[in-house]
């Protein structure tokens, strides 16, 4: 077992070599700033949370800097997890963390989309039980599209709010530009998750550019409650 684990850490480690100059060059061209590994417990940089950090995570190609006004954060994070069967489970995600401006705390809620592997998001349900799926509807009615693509997940008690920031014009954007992203906003962050995928420019681009788009979003229909 302990030989296998270290294989799939070296595989992973290998990988992760030839996606550092992608990461570099997407942080050159944007102006960010490119540390590569870092590590959680000794380096002095601002930990990239929401829901898959934990004690054990190991953080490669860490960017940060400012983005059209933004500050972004990026990160290849992977995580070992093990499932009740003793098996272990390597986890893979590309992280962009984009800072809202909104000074008006905003409910936590996660966007998950459907039709492929959930088990990198399980800690999600573990770490918030309140976390329930939200019965949409309540305003307005989505679109197919975006029901058969997405989940949304927040506590029963902001549900209703959160249909009003995540509305079915937005869902509609949702549905077309981001599956198979996965989205969280926490603690005013907000997160976009591309899980175990092969790294391109053109990935790391999408996903800078739907991020920015939400995080505007969010906080121009904040402001517009107000």
């Known amino acids: 077992m ?24 997407f942080a050159k061209r944007i102006g960010i700033v490119y ?34 006004d933004y500050s972004v954060s990026v990160v290849d994070r ?15 995600w590309i992280i962009f963390a984009i800072e809202l401006h909104a000074k008006t705390a905003i409910p936590h809620f996660f ?26 509807g309540v305003f307005e009615e989505y679109s197919a599209d975006f029901t058969s693509r997405f989940s949304v997940y927040a506590r029963p008690a902001k549900s209703t709010d959160v249909q009003t920031i995540i509305n079915a014009k937005i869902s509609n954007v949702l549905a077309a530009h981001f599956w198979p992203m996965c989205i969280e906003q926490h603690d005013n962050v907000l997160y976009l ?30 402001e517009s409650e107000d």
């Open 111 to 136: 966007v998950e989309a459907k039709n492929h592997d959930v088990q990198p998001y399980h800690s999600l349900f573990s770490t918030y039980p309140n976390m329930k799926e939200v019965d949409l």
């Open 2 to 25: 302990a030989i296998k684990k270290y294989t799939k850490f070296l595989s992973h480690r290998i990988k992760n070599r030839s996606n550092s100059r992608i990461f570099s060059n």
């Open 35 to 68: 540390f590569g590994y870092v590590n959680q417990h000794d380096d002095e940089h601002k930990l990239v949370r929401g829901l898959t950090v934990s004690s054990t995570i190991r953080d490669n190609n860490y960017c940060v800097g400012t983005v059209d």
């Open 193 to 222: 998750y591309s899980t175990n995928v092969s790294i391109t420019s053109q990935l790391l681009d999408s996903l800078l550019k739907n991020g920015l788009w939400l995080a505007g979003h969010l906080d121009k229909q904040i």
């Open 78 to 92: 992977s995580d070992y997890t093990v499932e009740p069967d003793g098996k272990d489970i390597l986890n893979s």
